[in-house]
């Protein structure tokens, strides 16, 4: 079934429905006609003009793409203010920044608050990516290298939060409540 809808004031595009269950298509008319907002024509054919909108080739779920705004901003936000709670000091001092890392009761809290908040941003990427419903040529195709990537990141900042978070501060514990005598002697340069 073709169903034409507006895409410019002078260019057409219809939209197919198949059986297949996959919802709207669009394809490009092959001889002129009468062309009728989207909206209209997607709510005609049964779907909510609320839910799905036409945009450039492909559909738009506007719930889902509204979850992946809220996801990326609060996981954005949340990361930000858990960083603020990091403990900091003279990077390159170590004696000083080992002995603030020791005495920070919030170190490790912090880095798992810091990998929440990366999860989360992570999380709206993919539903955007499902969002958006991207399902050929090359933009499906980094689309899903997208995705992949996205995934490899999150699992590559676990590791980092942990070594950070976990290892790291195990080892200045074990470096503060060392005898003088013996916390120079990791400290040399070689």
């Keep these: 079934m ?4 507006r895409r ?22 092959t001889e002129p006609m009468l062309c009728i907002p989207a909206a209209t ?10 839910k799905i ?3 450039g080739g492909f559909m738009i779920d ?9 996801l990326l901003v609060v996981g954005f936000i949340f990361y930000v203010v858990v960083g603020l709670l990091h403990a900091g000091g003279p990077a390159n001092n ?10 920070s009761a919030s170190w490790t809290a912090v880095h798992l608050g810091q990998f929440v908040g990366m999860a989360v941003i992570i999380a709206g990427l993919l539903v955007l990516y499902f969002a958006l419903d991207i399902r050929a040529g090359g933009a499906a195709w980094v689309a899903r290298l997208g995705t992949v990537s996205a995934a490899v990141a999150l699992g ?4 980092l939060q942990a070594v950070d978070g976990v290892a790291l501060k195990q080892v200045v514990d074990a470096w503060a409540s060392a005898p ?8 040399r340069q070689r």
Excluded: M, N, Q
């Design 180 to 187: 003088e005598a013996e916390k120079a002697a990791p400290l």
């Design 62 to 70: 506007r719930k889902t793409l509204r979850l992946s705004a809220v």
């Design 41 to 50: 024509a997607v709510h005609s054919l049964g779907y909510e003009s609320s």
């Design 156 to 159: 590559l900042y676990a590791v």
């Design 2 to 5: 073709l169903v034409p809808i």
């Design 53 to 55: 909108a036409e945009r």
């Design 8 to 29: 410019t004031a002078c260019h057409c595009r219809w939209v197919s429905v198949g059986t297949d269950g996959h919802g709207p298509s669009l394809d490009f008319p």
């Design 94 to 103: 170590h004696p000083v920044v080992f002995g603030i890392y020791a005495s």
